[in-house]
């Protein structure tokens, strides 16, 4: 029993959605809704030591379901970028451009002069009685680097309650203070914005709080070309995990969209990956310990074959030996590599330098058909066909065959064959590794259908039936292809890949049921 959160009668009976607030009865409930619903969501948060502030479910949180949206809290540019319309933080036209009247900064045009966010960089900048001068527009620009930071901190004496949220996030200054980033960050934004801007408006350690709080709470946000950082209040509680039970979208506002794939049971940690899931766990672990400051340790992390799927292994350096080769412990990925069959022992350097060229030759390499298929077949001898670099290759492969409008239809038996397997390959492996990179994931389901139904088309030309398995497994792909995809906008390709699965999806549904 709890009291009424509106008459302190005792009561069993709490919100349905969050589980925490409780009404004695459905009238009272409603007359606190209105206050109640800017708080109410199916999770909590929680501290403890190693995690710090997390959020925990209040209940179990069903497939599909949106388990937080939420509008920015702050937007701006990225620390490295070229210049940006500060407005609407799309990438400056050099041929069609105006300049601020007030400080200088370029903007598209009239329209983005008055956002409101554009305000405060431009107040600063007037005050400094000379204007931005903004003449490259094709690089990476140093004047950018302190402008989300220099827009954040004018915060404080323009809009108090963002300033006082912004201020409850973590920035890690303690751990940050003496790092190679944080010297660079003094350097290349701190002193920058106490000597640009000519002012004595904010300390140091105010302008390195901000910084911190920028890096470690910053979300990547694609709708702007090029993404800006955005920092979302609630959002910034979550924990991290390289197999996170939360997919992270966004609408055509920026506003964030955090979903769940899969069912989460109530009392389970709500994560999303601060990283990239399809990364290698060194790089993986490297970027987390540069970027957010520490060592994961997540059911992934703690697993050197990765759930059984060995996607850093290597092959075996005998031939005569068909075991993979692994680190023999969790914190030995820079010591010796063993086969897990013969127990043959490898040292790093002999690891690094195949990884090293299968890394480069990657970049280096033109993403076509042919050069995709010899890379599979020269580096298939030391890499087993889950490893990292083989599945991206295989999904370059994946996506090129059968790009065109129509080339899936002149595709050989082989080249469709190939499209379906690799396809089929790679969305097993991820929904196990990578369940919430689900705009992949949506993208290779697509692929698979399409490869699905060109063969179903093919069959039936030849039997004059379609048979019934192949429409089936057709439309299992393309309808996760459709939740996968479900919360992504049109103003994204993958948004449009949506729209295209539901339309084909309907129609499988007419042809099942003829
Ligand atoms: C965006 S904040 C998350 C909220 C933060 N715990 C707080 O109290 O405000 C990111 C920081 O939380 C901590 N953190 C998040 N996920 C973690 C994890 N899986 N393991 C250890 N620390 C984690 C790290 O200090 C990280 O830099």
Redesign the pocket.
């Known amino acids: 029993m709890n009291p009424c959160h509106i008459c302190q009668t005792e009561t069993k009976n709490s919100c349905s959605n969050c589980k925490q607030v409780f009404y004695c009865s459905a009238e009272h409930q409603k007359k606190d809704w209105k206050e109640h619903k800017k708080n109410c969501h199916p999770f909590k948060i929680a501290?403890n030591n190693?995690?710090?502030?997390?959020l925990v479910a209040t209940r179990t949180i069903k497939p599909f379901e949106i388990v937080l949206k939420e509008t920015p809290l702050f937007r701006g540019p990225s620390q490295l970028t070229a210049p940006v319309c500060l407005g609407c933080l799309n990438a400056i036209d050099p041929q069609d451009y105006k300049n601020c009247e007030k400080c200088g900064w370029p903007l598209c045009g009239d329209e983005c002069v008055y956002k409101a966010e554009h305000i405060y960089e431009c107040e600063l900048t007037a005050a400094r009685g000379k204007p931005a001068n903004v003449q490259e527009f094709t690089n990476p620009h140093p004047l950018y680097q302190c402008l989300s930071t220099a827009r954040c901190l004018m915060l404080r004496d323009k809009d108090m309650e963002r300033w006082k949220k912004i201020n409850e996030?973590?920035s890690?200054e303690d751990q940050r203070r003496g790092s190679m980033q944080w010297k660079a960050d003094y350097e290349s934004v701190c002193k920058f914005i106490l000597k640009f801007f000519n002012t004595k408006l904010f300390s140091e350690d105010e302008i390195m709080r901000i910084i911190g709080i920028l890096q470690?709470?910053g979300h990547e946000v694609p709708t702007s070309d090029p993404p800006h950082v955005a920092l979302f209040y609630k959002a910034?509680?979550?924990?991290?995990?390289c197999t996170p039970n939360l997919a992270k979208s966004f609408n055509k506002d920026g506003n964030l969209i955090l979903w769940a794939p899969k069912e989460i049971k109530k009392g389970s940690h709500l994560?999303i990956c601060?990283s990239d899931a399809v990364w290698s766990t060194g790089d993986r672990q490297r970027h987390l310990m540069q970027t957010?400051?520490?060592k994961?340790?997540?059911p992934r992390c703690l697993d050197v074959t990765e759930y059984g799927t060995n996607y850093c292994a290597l092959k075996c350096e005998k031939d005569s030996c068909r075991g993979l080769m692994l680190p023999a412990s969790l914190n030995d990925w820079h010591k010796e590599w063993t086969c897990m069959e013969c127990k043959s022992q490898v040292d790093k350097v002999y690891v690094n330098n195949i990884l090293e060229r299968a890394g480069s030759d990657i970049n280096a390499m033109e993403k076509t058909k042919e050069n995709c298929l010899k890379y599979l077949q020269h580096y298939g001898k030391w890499l087993p066909g889950n490893h990292y670099y083989m599945c991206e290759v295989k999904l370059y492969l994946v996506q090129q065959l059968g790009k065109q409008v129509n080339e899936l239809m002149v595709l050989s038996a082989e080249e469709l064959n190939m499209k379906l397997e690799y396809g089929k390959e790679l969305v097993e492996l991820y929904e196990k590794l990578a369940p919430c990179e689900v705009r992949m994931l949506g993208t290779l389901c697509f692929e698979v259908h399409s490869a699905i139904a060109e063969n179903t088309r093919r069959i039936s030309l030849q039997t004059s039936l379609s048979p019934k398995e192949l429409l089936e497994e057709s439309l299992l792909y393309v309808e996760k292809a459709v939740g996968y995809l479900q919360y992504e906008s049109d103003i994204f390709v993958e948004g449009h890949i949506l729209k295209q699965a539901k339309i084909n999806r309907d129609a499988l549904k007419m042809v099942m049921r003829m």
Do not use: A, D
């Open positions: 501290v190693e995690l710090g502030r997390h996030l973590e890690l470690i709470n910034s509680f979550l924990e991290h995990s994560s601060y957010k400051i520490f994961c340790q997540c």
